[in-house]
């Protein structure tokens, strides 16, 4: 603790001589220097103080290597190997040729690392990248260590950065909270920026405040916890909203395939959920050769997995109607089982060829990382999903409205013998409706890939929330399937904080079974003489 408390006093001091340069640095560069070669961990610590005293111009690279093994000392000039494995000269940042004989790595022992620390966080307050000074200013925010007030104030009265200055204000706030002989006046300041700051940090940092603290301070404090309190209770609802928005884009995707074949043919299938399990292994397989063959398109791999994930899922669903359920049209009982029997069968077969475990399925750097809005994170592989649903949805609206295909499939939904009558070929349309169904319930995969295992038992997680979508919005709807599932979506989450994950879907299927008792045909129900009979 010696040690650490002179590292800061000397931190303090630098933060001045960093205000009024001068020739401090080259004078006491050459006693640092000769410590690192001495080999005695008090020499390093000592050096290490000397070099933020003087505020040499080398000491942040000279301390980051000596943290990391690469300061290389031993009764020669010191030098600093980089991470590429160049030598740079220590005292003066230029470029050797190579590295003099007889150097060895600078040893470390925990007093030193400690004090490394230490210097590393104070350096980063007066580093030139406004980037790391705010970095080293959320550091000292969360350690609140006050011996780095001092360095706080220098760094303040330096700071020309908004950003910057806003940390290191958030900073010296967080200290002064809990410093019991800090002024009043300066604490109840201190505590409004914390509240200004509005974060879980700052509620933990304002309920930190000693007990025994004066009663304007803890008045002060109860108000700006119940302020932070009700702003981050906005913010989870907002973050669940989100939450409920992104599921009910997965839902969208995984429902509006049934929601086609449903409305058209009146078959439960009940091996929706396995199409969306082939898209997800298509794009696995698409990710598989890129990675052997061409690693450079894997960034790519998303947009190929795309187009070959709704060609397969299509023909994999062509092949099933083909051979199977036009032998079925108007036995519903007897296409259930079928199509369940049906689904076993591409589990099983997807086991066989891949095994039962997860995949993996890579994300490409577009749909990697977060960002932040206030207190709202938003993971861009969820917002790319969102865009992806909203895409998929416009695409099939285009195709019902502006194409014969389209038009055909309309009729056949409204009244199929009709349809028939007028020259349609209805085996030909539900064929189609079934591949086209199927191949978004690919698409679906594709997206699902990104945010979930990717396994044999994939589509089973879907294909009951599926029905519930089509069910509630109405059969053959895609405007009552897109607003169901993003009622639903939304529904799920703001239930699950409350009720928990299990019965806040229980409560979504009593709400649907009470709602489709009122209005059987669901939200959007379709027009026509067949379906009115």
Do not use: C
Request: proline content about 4%; glycine content about 10%; aromatic content about 6%.
């Amino acid at each position: 603790m010696r040690i650490l408390s002179s590292l800061l006093r000397a931190l303090a001091l630098a933060t001045l001589l960093a205000l009024q340069p001068g020739a401090a640095a080259a004078q006491g560069g050459d006693d640092a220097f000769a410590r690192f070669g001495a080999d005695s961990f008090s020499d390093t610590n000592r050096a290490i103080e000397i070099l933020i005293t003087s505020a040499h111009p080398q000491a942040a690279p000279i301390i980051e290597a000596l943290a990391e093994g690469r300061l290389l000392a031993g009764g020669g000039p010191v030098v600093i190997r980089t991470t590429d494995g160049r030598f740079i000269d220590a005292r003066t940042g230029a470029a050797l040729a190579s590295a003099p004989p007889g150097l060895a790595p600078v040893r470390l022992n925990n007093s030193v690392r400690r004090g490394i620390q230490a210097a590393l966080g104070g350096l980063g307050l007066l580093d030139p990248d406004t980037a790391r000074r705010i970095l080293a200013a959320e550091a000292v925010f969360k350690s609140r260590d006050a011996a780095l007030l001092p360095v706080l104030e220098g760094a303040l009265a330096k700071e020309t950065d908004a950003r910057a200055k806003a940390a290191l204000r958030q900073a010296q706030a967080a200290i002064l909270v809990a410093k019991a002989d800090a002024p009043p006046f300066d604490r109840i300041a201190a505590i409004d920026v914390l509240r200004e700051r509005g974060d879980q940090d700052a509620l933990a940092t304002l309920r930190s405040l000693p007990a025994e603290s004066s009663a304007s301070l803890k008045e002060a404090q109860a108000r700006a916890v119940s302020d932070i309190e009700g702003k981050l209770a906005l913010w989870r609802a907002g973050q669940n909203l989100w939450y409920g928005l992104s599921l009910g884009s997965v839902l969208l995707l995984a429902a509006i395939g049934l929601a086609i074949t449903f409305g058209v043919m009146g078959v439960i299938n009940m091996a929706h959920g396995e199409m969306v399990m082939i898209g997800a292994y298509t794009t696995f397989i698409v990710q598989e050769v890129i990675r052997t063959s061409a690693p450079g398109l894997f960034d790519y791999s998303l947009l190929i997995a795309v187009p070959l994930a709704f060609i397969v899922a299509g023909l994999v669903g062509i092949a099933i109607e083909r051979g199977v359920i036009r032998f079925l049209y108007g036995r519903p009982l007897e296409t259930l089982l079928a199509t369940w029997g049906i689904s076993l069968i591409l589990q099983q077969a997807v086991r066989t060829a891949f095994g039962p475990t997860n995949r993996e399925v890579g994300a490409p750097n577009f749909m990697s990382g977060a960002f932040e809005i206030g207190q709202l994170a938003i993971t861009w592989n969820r917002l790319w999903i969102i865009v992806f649903a909203i895409l998929v949805f416009a695409a099939l609206l285009a195709i019902l409205k502006l194409t014969p295909i389209g038009l055909q499939m309309r009729a056949v939904t409204q009244n199929r013998r009709m349809a028939s009558a007028m020259g349609i070929r209805t085996g030909r349309v539900d064929a189609l409706t079934f591949g086209l169904g199927s191949g978004v319930a690919g698409l679906a995969g594709v997206a699902l890939s990104q945010i979930d295992n990717v396994s044999p038992n994939l589509g089973q997680s879907y294909i009951i929330d599926s029905f519930m979508v089509v069910v509630f919005g109405g059969v053959g709807n895609l405007w009552g399937t897109l607003v169901a599932a993003m009622t639903l979506g939304v529904a799920n989450k703001l239930l699950e904080p409350y009720a928990g994950a299990v019965l806040g879907k229980i409560a979504l299927l009593v709400f649907i079974i009470l709602f489709i008792q009122k209005r059987p045909r669901g939200l959007f129900a379709l027009k026509g003489r067949a379906v009115e009979a």
